[in-house]
């Protein structure tokens, strides 16, 4: 099976990192002795795991549909994280899960988030046709939620959008914006391969890209 955009530039990606993307099921990382806490979600073992949970054999693990999913709100920031996934990781048949999580305090949000979320889940459809969408309002703890439905949706990657860094903080402040610390936070504990996005401006282009093994990765598409 030929592979799609989406799965060559995870591919590309994860090479970057000295990796291999394995079609639908995560990025397999070796590490050596000592490695972070979280290492082994990568190993070759979960990501036969994975596979079965696709209901597919371990040899046909490139033809099973991922879930992406896309944490959502009302930033301009956060629609381009969207429409990055939506063209360069979905592929034809996946998955593309729209989350926005309101706080406890923001109950009166509901009928606001649920149209927002459904105006970008019909953009992502009139883009693409092809890729499933569907849009998901949960109200709770920002951190927590997106971890847990990362968990219960088995997504395979998870995109999110990443701020531009403060021009007050300079020479390596060590304060960062709340914004900032729940980006590093998903990527460091999340069960999927997370991308922090974020796109150039008009006069420099494309988008820098972060990892758990890289950051500010730009990518000029």
């Known amino acids: 099976m030929a592979s799609s955009a989406g799965d060559r530039f995870l591919r590309q990606l994860s090479a970057s990192n000295g990796g291999d993307y394995d079609g639908g099921c995560g990025l397999q990382q070796g590490y050596g002795g000592g490695g972070r806490r979280g290492s082994r979600r990568w190993s070759k073992k979960r990501a036969a795991a994975a596979a079965r949970g696709y209901g597919v054999k371990q040899g046909e693990a490139s033809a099973a ?13 956060a629609k381009h994280a969207m429409m990055w996934a939506l063209t360069h990781v979905a592929s034809k048949g996946d998955f593309l899960t729209l989350l926005h999580v309101l706080p406890h305090s923001g109950s009166g949000r509901g009928e606001e988030a649920s149209s927002l979320a459904n105006s970008l889940g019909t953009l992502c459809k009139a883009s693409r046709p092809e890729v499933e969408v569907e849009a998901l309002v949960i109200q709770g703890p920002k951190l927590a939620t997106v971890l847990s439905q990362v968990k219960k949706l088995e997504a395979s990657v998870l995109v999110l959008s990443q701020s531009k860094p403060s021009p007050y903080c300079w020479l390596g402040c060590l304060l960062r914006s709340s914004s900032e610390e729940f980006v590093g936070q998903c990527i460091n504990q999340a069960e999927c391969l997370t991308l922090a996005v974020r796109k150039q401006s008009k006069g420099v282009g494309g988008y820098l890209i972060s990892t758990r093994w890289q950051k500010n990765f730009w990518l000029l598409a």
């Open 65 to 77: 549909r991922k879930r992406v999913m896309v944490v959502v709100d009302e930033s301009s920031g």
